[in-house]
């Protein structure tokens, strides 16, 4: 699987637009961008995923760009229940590829 | 809804001491089942995975053992805790739709070892 890099950390205003970047520059044709957050002590949640085209559900929307070597996850109303850690993960879902690597993540601080 | 269970939330066992941890999935069938160990500020880890009832992939030779006696309930097992096993374990499912398949977490269970 492709390696991703993030920024180890960002600050959002409560209410405003969260956008959390991703680079991923080696991705190959195959493989999908997947999103997850880890709230403290707590299991990861899946956000959303996409393969070339911009995805949107009802956590967040995933801006992908057309050379696919960057994404952009965004929280569109960010609260405080969202400050957590966002993993950008980069795989390709055939048989034999099972796992998930988690990176470091950023660590996404909502302030009241 | 699909939902995930696993127990107990948390466990503080002593060294050599044997160990159960259990997770079932409600709502879906046939899904692949998978362990997960998360060490304190570390990322996740793969332990095992299953495809289906008795059938386990091990990705890391350790005295941890899983089994899937049914075909929602996967089971991670020890005879004798070492120091080492203290984690997060996590227990996640999926289901292959269309050319992806998006794996979904429990709650987890924070095992100490002392």
């Known amino acids: 699987d492709a390696k991703t890099t993030q920024p180890p950390s960002m600050d959002c205003a409560e209410g405003r637009a969260a956008n959390l970047p991703c680079n991923h520059s080696t991705i190959s044709g195959n493989e999908y961008v997947y999103w997850y957050r880890q709230i403290h002590s707590q299991g990861p949640q899946y956000i959303i995923h996409?393969?070339?085209n911009n995805e949107t559900n009802e956590m967040a929307s995933l801006i992908i760009t057309e050379d696919r070597k960057s994404s952009t996850l965004i929280l569109p109303h960010a609260t405080l229940r969202d400050t957590a850690v966002y993993y950008c993960?980069?795989?390709?879902?055939?048989?034999?590829?099972?796992?998930?690597?988690f990176g470091t993540g950023t660590r996404l601080t909502i302030i009241p | 809804s699909q939902t995930i269970h696993q127990w107990p939330a948390t466990l503080v066992q002593p060294v050599g001491s044997p160990l159960s941890l259990e997770c079932t999935v409600e709502g879906t069938s046939n899904p692949n089942l998978y362990w997960y160990r998360q060490a304190a500020g570390r990322g996740l880890q793969l332990l095992f995975y299953?495809?289906?009832?008795?059938?386990i992939s091990s990705e890391v030779p350790q005295n941890l053992s899983a089994s899937r006696p049914q075909d929602r309930q996967f089971i991670l097992s020890s005879k004798k805790l070492l120091l080492s096993d203290s984690g997060f374990y996590l227990c996640?499912?999926?289901?292959?739709?269309?050319?992806?398949?998006?794996?979904?977490f429990g709650p987890g269970t924070r095992l100490t070892v002392l």
């Open positions: 993960i980069v795989r390709a879902t055939n048989f034999g590829n099972e796992k998930l690597t």
């Open positions: 996409g393969l070339k």
């Open positions: 996640a499912w999926s289901v292959q739709v269309a050319f992806t398949d998006t794996q979904y």
């Open positions: 299953s495809v289906g009832i008795g059938q």
